[in-house]
């Protein structure tokens, strides 16, 4: 549960909202900021989101905000010249009275708004094929439209974010410093990192670097990333704050990662932890279908090593941050970070046992959508 803030009157009246600030509720289940609903004063108004940005993680607000808005513009812009209404297909950033996408409060912390999307609603477990297929859509579509936003164009305001030889580092970091008592407890997962270590560095391998385009992606493609509406139709990607350059493969990767488990991402029993082949399907289906189309051969091949890497990426991050004594992600228990990390070691275990399957699912997928055998 977020904590509560005290001084929401204050924060509301810096925007050029009709939000009624008596009345607020914590929404969400996401490990860094603080999410708060809003409802509009006037009857039939949109409603709102708040949301208490985590300035530990995003230092410079200013270059996050500055990210977020460039992307919405672009994307706004495509949506309407595709006739689509970029109100609901695209997110809102409200402006502060001083025409700033972000106000900073009396206490120092840091604030943004958006316009809630009624109607729209995020899984964070799937269920259905038709689910994993607009939200492979959505994805799919979300790269496309960026495909001509110049990378340059934004801040890295997380450095080397999905770059595993920088994460590596970070738990080596933390092993040096680590308290007898937790190191004892991570050995089994540690011999699994050092076991799949080098195989993990596929994307700083300079062939690799060389094939591999850096284009506008969005780093944190859980499914409960993606709204979709009443009927489960893709309907908007959310989350915008960590859209960095980087390779397509870890958009990929990291929507397989929430998509193909049958369990949470914090599943405690691990023979909950399952393969669901179907919806992997499914979701491989949806976004070749709107990114065939401008992915480069190099990219496909690239995909199932998203696919694998995204989770192992992941464990090291919780394992890391529970050997740090648990600085960086929300915890809900003691020990929740160790339990995350075991759960996606065991996914990243299954899906490497499972990996040749994959890769030709992906590749049928792809010939059919370029209709290669026509
Ligand atoms: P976090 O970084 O904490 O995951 P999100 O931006 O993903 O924050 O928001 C948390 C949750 O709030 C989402 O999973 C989604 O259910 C909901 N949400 C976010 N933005 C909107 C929006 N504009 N309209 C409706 N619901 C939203
Ligand atoms: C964090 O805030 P949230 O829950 O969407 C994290 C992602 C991780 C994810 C794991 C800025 O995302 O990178 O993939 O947790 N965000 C940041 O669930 O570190
Ligand atoms: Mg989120």
Redo the contacts with the bound molecule.
């Keep these: 549960m977020p904590h509560k803030p005290g001084n929401i009157a204050e924060v509301v009246s810096n925007f050029k909202c009709n939000a009624d600030s008596s009345w607020f509720k914590a929404?969400?289940?996401?490990h860094?900021?603080d999410?708060f609903f809003l409802k509009n004063l006037s009857v039939g108004g949109p409603h709102y989101?708040l949301?208490r940005i985590n300035h530990h993680i995003f230092p410079r607000v200013d270059q996050l905000m500055h990210n977020m808005h460039r992307v919405i513009t672009h994307l706004k812009q495509k949506v309407e010249a595709a006739g689509g209404d970029p109100f609901k297909e695209a997110?809102t950033l409200i402006p502060t009275h001083t025409n700033q996408y972000y106000y900073q409060d009396s206490m120092g912390s840091y604030w943004r708004m958006?316009?809630?999307?009624d109607g729209?609603r995020?899984y964070d477990i799937v269920t259905t094929n038709r689910q994993a297929f607009e939200g492979g859509k959505a994805f799919g579509k979300f790269q496309a439209m960026l495909a001509d936003l110049q990378a340059s164009e934004l801040y890295e305001v997380i450095p080397e974010f999905h770059n595993i030889r920088h994460r590596l580092s970070q738990l080596n970091h933390a092993i040096a410093k680590g308290t007898p008592e937790r190191l004892k407890q991570v050995s089994p997962e540690l011999e699994v990192v050092r076991q799949y270590a080098m195989e993990m560095q596929y994307f700083q391998q300079p062939g690799q670097v060389a094939a591999l385009p850096q284009r506008v992606i969005h780093n944190d493609t859980k499914f409960?990333?993606v709204?979709l509406n009443s009927r489960d139709e893709a309907q908007c990607v959310?989350?915008l704050e960590t859209v960095m350059p980087g390779y397509v493969a870890y958009d990929f990767g990291d929507a397989i990662r929430t998509i193909i488990n049958k369990a949470a991402e914090d599943e405690a029993d691990l023979e909950n932890i399952q393969l669901n082949m179907p919806l992997f399907e499914a979701y491989t289906k949806g976004y070749l279908k709107e990114a065939a189309g401008f992915l480069t051969e190099a990219e496909v091949l690239s995909l199932i090593k998203g696919v694998l890497l995204l989770p192992f990426l992941q464990s090291v991050r919780f394992l890391t941050d529970h050997i740090n004594g648990d600085i960086y992600y929300k915890i809900h228990f003691e020990g929740h970070n160790l339990q995350r990390a075991r759960a996606q070691f065991r996914l990243f275990q299954l899906l490497h046992g499972n990996a040749d399957v994959l890769h030709q699912i992906i590749l049928n997928e792809y010939i059919k959508c370029k209709g290669l055998l026509r």
């Design positions: 929404y969400g289940s996401g860094i900021n999410t989101l949301q997110l958006l316009y809630f999307l729209a995020s409960n990333n709204l959310i989350d």
